[in-house]
């Protein structure tokens, strides 16, 4: 998919594009409680897109292992005015969120995009988004739920699962009228797997890239990373580069990441290889 519809942008993706993270959440695991204002919010949201963002993507509610559920009217409270403000910016904003009521209020807000780690399963979701007439959506796999999926991760063939998974979501979200240049996939590292079916998902993307929707890859930071390098959270700037490199040079067109400079530097110079072969 060469042009990925959102609400006010068709975004051309035949050049990789950066999604910069806002969690204004107290408890993210990588950076909770840094921005937990929407004053806050907004002015990391001016930094990354001077470090070269190219969508913004805000998050109320954090998504870690374990992490218990926020309340609807605290979420609203977190991101609402966040996309009211940041609809000026004249970029595509994304809301991070399940909850169907959430997903209408940011949509009537002017958000472009809406960035669900349950693939619209919540009660409600489906009908929100295909009711939009042209708001762009990720879909993402996640193996349980957020408080138990680490407990017990899936088994088998990680690629052929998710790949099952985010086709029959997609088929369902096209059956109610969604046009396909409005879906994104995204296989959903760290939620419920494995570190080996994490990685086998980056090594064979082949098999999702081929189906014929975008895939957003969202490396940076995970416990992945940590695992096979054995630096911590808050040390895994140049492990999350590379995952976001190299996730790009298998087919991801997306990479949702904390380091935004750092990777658009990097990406500038996969760029440069790739228009001089």
């Not at 921005?35 to 001077?50: D, G, N």
């Not at 979200?173 to 879906?183: M, P, Y």
Request: aromatic share 6%; glycine share 8%; net charge negative.
């Amino acid at each position: 998919m060469a042009l990925w519809q959102t609400t006010r942008f068709r975004l051309d993706l035949t050049r990789p594009l950066v999604m910069g993270i806002v969690n204004n959440t107290p408890d993210s695991f990588s950076d909770g409680g840094h921005h937990h204002s929407v004053t806050a919010a907004l002015r990391h949201a001016e930094k990354l897109l001077k470090d070269g963002a190219h969508i913004l993507d805000i998050g109320g509610e954090s998504t870690r292992p374990g992490s218990p559920p926020v309340p609807l009217e605290e979420e609203m409270r977190r991101v609402l005015p966040f996309v009211q403000a940041a609809v000026q910016f004249g970029v595509p904003i994304s809301v991070d969120t399940y909850k169907a009521q959430v997903m209408q209020a940011v949509l009537d807000a002017g958000a472009d995009i809406i960035n669900d780690v349950w693939a619209l399963r919540q009660p409600g979701a489906q009908s929100v988004v295909a009711n939009h007439p042209q708001c762009g959506v990720v879909l993402m796999h996640m193996h349980k739920t957020p408080q138990d999926m680490q407990q017990t991760p899936m088994q088998g063939d990680a690629v052929a699962q998710v790949q099952n998974f985010l086709a029959q979501q997609t088929q369902a979200l096209v059956a109610l009228g969604v046009e396909r240049q409005r879906i994104v996939w995204d296989y959903g590292i760290g939620f419920g797997k494995t570190v080996a079916q994490n990685f086998a998902l980056l090594a064979h993307q082949a098999a999702l890239t081929g189906q014929g929707f975008a895939l957003l890859a969202g490396w940076s930071r995970k416990s992945s990373l940590g695992q096979v390098t054995n630096h911590p959270v808050e040390e895994r700037m140049v492990p999350s580069v590379t995952a976001a490199v190299l996730a790009v040079e298998r087919g991801a067109r997306i990479v949702r990441v904390h380091d935004v400079a750092e990777t658009v530097s990097a990406l500038a110079v996969w760029q440069a290889m790739h228009d001089n072969e």
